[in-house]
């Protein structure tokens, strides 16, 4: 469910009282896996950046999505197969009765972290 929350606090405080526990978890798998990144609201959604947009989640009726630059998710194709993907295939889709994914949302994050900060150092030294 989207939302104008200015961050992530508000707007996990103004979900339903059944998805709150999602988001806090989804939030806190980010953030120690990447504790460098920032938070923020970005399209109306709470995210995190590092070097970069690194990731997007959000509650909606019947699932819940967390949103990944295809370029980072695309490394994930096999792990990502018991999962439904949006159109764009730059979303995973899970029903809100299922677990969050922790130890693959962990890896994803990491992972695009990583390619994030790669892209900001040559891009650095492209500069230069």
């Known amino acids: 469910m989207r939302s104008s929350a200015k961050d992530i606090d508000d707007y996990i405080g103004l979900q339903s009282e059944n998805v709150r526990g999602i988001l806090i978890e989804i939030r806190q798998t980010i953030k120690t896996a990447v504790p460098e990144?920032?938070?923020?609201?970005?399209?109306?959604?709470?995210?995190?950046?590092?070097?970069?947009?690194?990731?997007?989640?959000?509650?909606?009726?019947?699932?819940?999505?967390?949103?990944?630059?295809?370029?980072?998710?695309?490394?994930?194709?096999?792990?990502?197969?018991?999962?439904?993907?949006?159109?764009?295939?730059?979303?995973?889709?899970?029903?809100?009765?299922?677990?969050?994914?922790?130890?693959?949302?962990t890896k994803i994050v990491k992972s695009g972290a990583k390619l994030n900060l790669q892209n900001a150092q040559l891009k650095t030294k492209r500069e230069k």
């Open 37 to 105: 990144a920032e938070e923020l609201i970005s399209y109306q959604m709470p995210a995190f950046r590092f070097h970069g947009m690194l990731v997007w989640f959000a509650t909606f009726n019947h699932h819940y999505s967390i949103f990944i630059p295809r370029h980072i998710l695309n490394a994930f194709q096999d792990e990502l197969k018991p999962f439904e993907l949006s159109k764009s295939k730059s979303a995973i889709k899970i029903p809100l009765e299922e677990p969050v994914p922790v130890q693959l949302l």
